[in-house]
């Protein structure tokens, strides 16, 4: 004769296996929504007093001073689709975005592939 906790016990081990087991992966976006604008190399010529000349100011400084257009840094847009694909190359699937605070937070799940 069998004891019924010890049927249940078997039943539950065996949910258990039966049991899609998930993986999480979270990362959160920086997200400044104050427009910069690009530094003015005359306007920092005349902080300093003529010292130093604009022409010299955007020569000399050409990241802090140069044409903003010619920057080499990807749109924030087409960085985040390379992240979300690559991701999605790796099974990863966004399935939340919440906003905890000041973060915008993106919640990622896959299959956890067990032994």
């Known amino acids: 004769m069998s004891n ?3 049927n249940e016990s078997s039943n539950i081990e065996l949910d258990d296996k039966n049991q899609t087991k998930w993986e999480y ?4 976006l ?6 910069k604008q ?7 010529s005349n902080k300093l007093g003529g010292s130093l000349s604009p022409e010299f100011l955007s020569k000399e400084f050409p990241k802090q001073y140069g044409d903003p257009k010619q920057d080499s840094q990807k749109h ?3 960085q985040l689709q390379e992240i979300l694909n690559l991701f999605g190359e790796e099974c990863w699937e ?3 975005i919440s906003d ?3 973060l915008k937070m ?3 799940k896959r299959k956890k592939i067990t032994d």
């Open 30 to 35: 920086n997200i400044d929504n104050n427009e």
């Open 38 to 44: 690009s530094p003015n190399p005359t306007e920092a």
């Open 100 to 102: 905890i605070g000041r």
């Open 94 to 96: 966004l399935f939340e």
């Open 25 to 28: 992966r979270i990362i959160h």
């Open 76 to 78: 924030p847009a087409t």
């Open 106 to 108: 993106l919640f990622f």
């Open 4 to 6: 019924s906790n010890e």
